[in-house]
């Protein structure tokens, strides 16, 4: 698992790297165009596992949270590419419609119909966005931005709640029934208010759409589930 910490830790800095040999931009009117911005975030969230299939039942959105570091790389006045690296903590559960003997953690049990399986997911996420910005109005610059969050699941812990009471699982480790990678679409839109000509308080509120099954069943019994989320992220840039 350090492992896969490593990887995307590396492939962070080397994009940033990337951008940080190119050539300067043009300048602001009221001074030259700061080109890197870094910066600390924490953001409440709402998350749902969305069934893609005939087997399972979407669940209700849960509260969960990320936070980590924020850089935002300006090719102009008004675009930039906002990366950063994130710990996402994730809660989400599925509901199987039929008997399954589909968990790869307990490959030799059998669970009723009505199965319940709540789990708590912990991923790192990798942004990759593109954010188009108004020129500063007063305090406030707006923006909008849309691109990709990669994802790897480092932690999954769950309950297994099988209605006929013989063979409930609580606080397991369902890591083995997870994929390791996931991958989703995000769009949305915020605000930067300037509190010092170097440093602005940022909040945005955003969608993230998966494209990648999250979950890691076996053939016999496949499954497709998706993760989304909606994010309130509160954050500084300096």
Known sequence: MNKKIAVFTLILFLSINVFAQTEPTTSKSDGELKHFRFGLQFSP????????DNHTISSNPQFGFNYGLMADYSLAPNYAIATGINISQNSSDITYKDTINMF???????FPQGTKTSYKLQYIEIPFLLKLK???????????????????????????????????????NLGPDISPFNLSLNIGAGIEYSLSKSTAFITSLSFHNGFLDVSDSPKDFKTKSILNQIELRLGILF
């Open 45 to 52: 969230q709402l998350g749902w596992i969305k069934a893609q």
């Open 104 to 110: 790869n953690s307990f490959k030799n049990d059998t």
């Open 134 to 172: 108004t020129n500063e109005i007063g305090y406030i610059t707006y923006f909008g931005q849309f691109g990709l969050n990669a994802g790897i699941n480092t932690k999954t812990k769950g309950t297994i709640d099988d209605p006929s009471g013989k063979n409930t699982q609580v606080d397991e």
